[in-house]
């Protein structure tokens, strides 16, 4: 099936640097959804977005859904020991059914 | 609260057994899907449903079958046929919210080994 190009693939930093990370398609979507699971958990949504050109805050997340439709990037700032996990990134075509996934961006975090 | 369920949490199987996950929702949720993971990789789609009695196939259907006889459960067996059955297992809703946004949530997981 179709998959996203989610990159990094993983990140190693110190704690309080800040984190971006970025999904592309080839298709125009109409929703982006950040996730973030943790081991051994469900994915939890983080930030959702359904026009080009958003840009959505929770707390230290921000994320923008590309003008192009074809992107979107998740950014964490000052990042702390607990943003440890695995972020996908989710898009949704007009009228599709289901959800098309990235490979997640793994975040390892030094304090 | 509102939410998805997944039981059990972890569930041990002799090869040649069929296995039956739970997934329940009191989300009011039409869409229902199932996921599986294996370590390290991404989400791959097993089956999803968008209303009651129908379903369909996902991207690795095989050996795997599913029923939606209520809106709020969609239980996932794993049949024999499964040639590598060992994984973590993820059940999913989406529905609308106030405002018209459309939101998939996941439950908590079964890992499933298969021994």
């Known amino acids: 099936g179709q998959q996203l190009n989610q990159s990094p693939q993983s990140m190693f930093i110190q704690e309080g640097e800040d984190v971006s990370m970025n999904c592309t398609s080839s298709?125009?979507?109409?929703?982006w959804l950040w996730y973030k699971q943790e081991p051994g958990e469900g994915p939890v949504l983080l930030i959702a977005?359904?026009?080009?050109?958003e840009l959505t805050s929770n707390g230290r997340l921000t994320a923008q859904f590309g003008i192009t439709r074809k992107d979107s990037f998740l950014n964490i700032s000052a990042s702390i020991p607990s943003d440890v996990g695995i972020y996908f990134c989710?898009?949704?075509?007009?009228?599709?059914?289901?959800?098309?996934f990235g490979q997640g961006t793994r975040l390892t975090i030094n304090p | 609260d509102g939410g998805i369920t997944q039981s059990p949490k972890y569930l041990f199987r002799k090869e040649g057994q069929n296995v039956t996950l739970s997934c329940e929702q009191n989300?009011?949720?039409?869409?229902m899907y199932w996921y599986r993971q294996d370590p390290g990789q991404g989400l791959r789609l097993i089956y999803y449903?968008?209303?009651?009695?129908?379903?369909q196939k996902g991207d690795i259907a095989e050996g795997y079958s599913v029923s939606r006889e209520k809106k709020e459960s969609f239980p996932l067996t794993v049949t024999s046929a499964q040639k590598n059955p060992t994984a973590f297992y993820l059940c999913?809703?989406?529905?609308?919210?106030?405002?018209?946004?459309?939101?998939?949530?996941f439950g908590p997981g079964t890992r499933l080994t298969v021994l």
């Open positions: 298709s125009i979507f109409n929703t």
């Open positions: 999913a809703s989406m529905g609308w919210r106030e405002g018209s946004y459309n939101e998939q949530f």
């Open positions: 449903s968008q209303i009651v009695n129908d379903f």
């Open positions: 989300l009011n949720h039409d869409a």
């Open positions: 989710a898009g949704q075509g007009r009228g599709a059914q289901k959800l098309v």
């Open positions: 977005l359904y026009k080009a050109g």
